[in-house]
């Protein structure tokens, strides 16, 4: 089985064309996250993982914004995915893997440091409280497309990406983050359906592109953009 997951990480990096020694980075990665106890996923098995979480990851190598940027930040990173994947794709990229629990961060230093990466920084902060300009921000299984767009909108720079994983679509959640994003300098793009793996379903990943600058009310305080998520069904029969 080791072989197998081996060989498919390989194939992995032939598909994206990635640097010669991103096989060995991604399989200390998957290893890492097998064999610490720490690791804060509940998918560890790295036969299971090199899809779930690698190849899951790695397809937004297929969106230009993301191969051309110069640095990306990843918000809510939890064990790494998909900021560490594209770390390791992109050596000339600045990732920054933004993430509120401690001890998660420390899993990702551990990580980090196991692929050998030196253009990674961890930050231990909320969204809310963190500063910055990138050219993309990605978020996968964080939260609603509208609160995504909340925190990401303050931390994109002019003309910057917000690049969203999400599951099957929800019309009723779109039409609240498209209603958001006018709140918050932003246009929805494209929502690209991809497969990053054999049997995968329902799996897409939602662009928004920063058009004008974010309102200085934002970002709202913590907890807020979950609490009173912006573009909710009441609030736009108000308007």
């Not at 560890?44 to 297929?62: E, F, K, N, R, W």
């Amino acid at each position: 089985m080791t072989a197998a997951w081996h060989a498919r990480v390989r194939s992995l990096c032939g598909l994206y064309e990635l640097p010669a020694k991103a096989s060995d980075a991604l399989i200390a990665v998957l290893e890492l996250l097998a064999s610490d106890p720490l690791a804060p996923s509940t998918v560890t098995d790295p036969g299971v993982a090199v899809d779930v979480h690698l190849a899951d990851s790695l397809v937004a190598l297929a969106l230009e914004p993301v191969r051309s940027a110069g640095t990306i930040l990843d918000i809510g990173s939890g064990a790494g995915f998909p900021g560490l994947p594209l770390a390791v794709a992109l050596p000339d990229t600045s990732v920054s893997l933004l993430e509120s629990n401690r001890r998660k961060c420390e899993f990702l230093e551990r990580a980090a440091g196991a692929a050998g990466l030196e253009n990674v920084v961890v930050a231990n902060a909320r969204a809310e409280e963190f500063e910055g300009e990138f050219d993309v921000v990605t978020a996968r299984a964080l939260a609603p497309l509208a609160v995504v767009a909340e925190y990401a909108a303050p931390l994109l720079a002019r003309d910057g990406t917000l690049v969203a994983w999400r599951g099957p679509r929800e019309p009723e959640q779109e039409v609240s983050a498209a209603a958001a994003a006018d709140e918050l300098g932003l246009a929805v793009g494209e929502i690209r359906r991809v497969q990053p793996f054999p049997h995968a379903e329902s799996r897409y990943l939602h662009l928004m592109s920063k058009v004008e600058p974010t309102p200085p009310r934002f970002p709202r305080r913590s907890g807020m953009a979950r609490k009173r998520p912006l573009g909710r069904a009441s609030d736009r029969e108000r308007r």
